[in-house]
T-cell receptor, first 113, second 112 residues
């Protein structure tokens, strides 16, 4: 069965902390995505990775960075967390063949206080 | 820039009713369109994937159609049940890159 796993369901961090959100997929997918979801704004793409060590900025990359050292793992890094980064974060993966589905993890609800 | 719109934003129906959710997109250069379901506080579950060359896909009580030239898709749910209550999202995959662009969703409530 297809699986995308995010390391935490809920996180509470302090302003200024460096935060790591981890995502692991077991499907040998090349493409991985990080989105944030906010009421009234929907899902917005933060970063996208075509393959290992490849990344591309999405629509709202400011304040975030990513790491993809291994094919199965895609990490989202908040360099210095701020309260406006309180959100639901969703990771997804898909095969590089564009005629395939994207699969999502269960989400991480991050609160920055 | 691709924009995806879902109408209505919210829908409340009695159990047993058939219903249609709408999705429109501005750039028809897409590879595929995917419908998702999201329960409160949870991740997204894939429901149906329609390739750009296809007109429709069916899974159980769900039927999704795609009219790529007019930039529209519909999700038809037959004989709705309270368990269908959730937010339904559509997303298109661009031809120019691999990005998925989402609509803001339709919140569906099916009343017993």
């Amino acid at each position: 069965d297809v699986k995308v796993t995010q390391s935490s369901r809920y996180l509470v961090k302090r302003t200024g902390e460096k935060v790591f959100l981890e995502c692991v997929q077991d499907m040998d997918h090349e493409n991985m995505f990080w989105y944030r979801q906010d009421p009234g704004l929907g899902l917005r793409l933060i970063y996208f990775s075509y393959d290992v060590k490849m990344k591309e900025k999405g629509d709202i990359p400011e304040g975030y960075s990513v790491s993809r050292e291994k094919k199965e793992r895609f990490s989202l890094i908040l360099e210095s967390a701020s309260t406006n980064q309180t959100s639901m974060y969703l990771c997804a993966s898909s095969l590089v063949a564009v005629y395939t589905e994207a699969f999502f993890g269960q989400g991480t609800r991050l609160t920055v206080v | 820039k691709q924009e995806v719109t879902q109408i209505p934003a919210a829908l409340s129906v009695p159990e047993g009713e058939n219903l249609v959710l709408n999705c429109s997109f501005t750039d028809s250069a897409i590879y595929n369109l995917q419908w998702f379901r999201q329960d409160p506080g949870k991740g997204l579950t894939s429901l149906l994937l329609i390739q750009s060359s296809q007109r429709e896909q069916t899974s159980g009580r769900l039927n999704a159609s795609l009219d790529k030239s007019s930039g529209r898709s519909t999700l038809y749910i037959a004989a709705s049940q309270p368990g269908d209550s959730a937010t339904y999202l559509c997303a298109v995959r661009q031809s120019s890159n691999y990005k998925l662009t989402f609509g803001k969703g339709t919140l569906l409530t099916v009343n017993p």
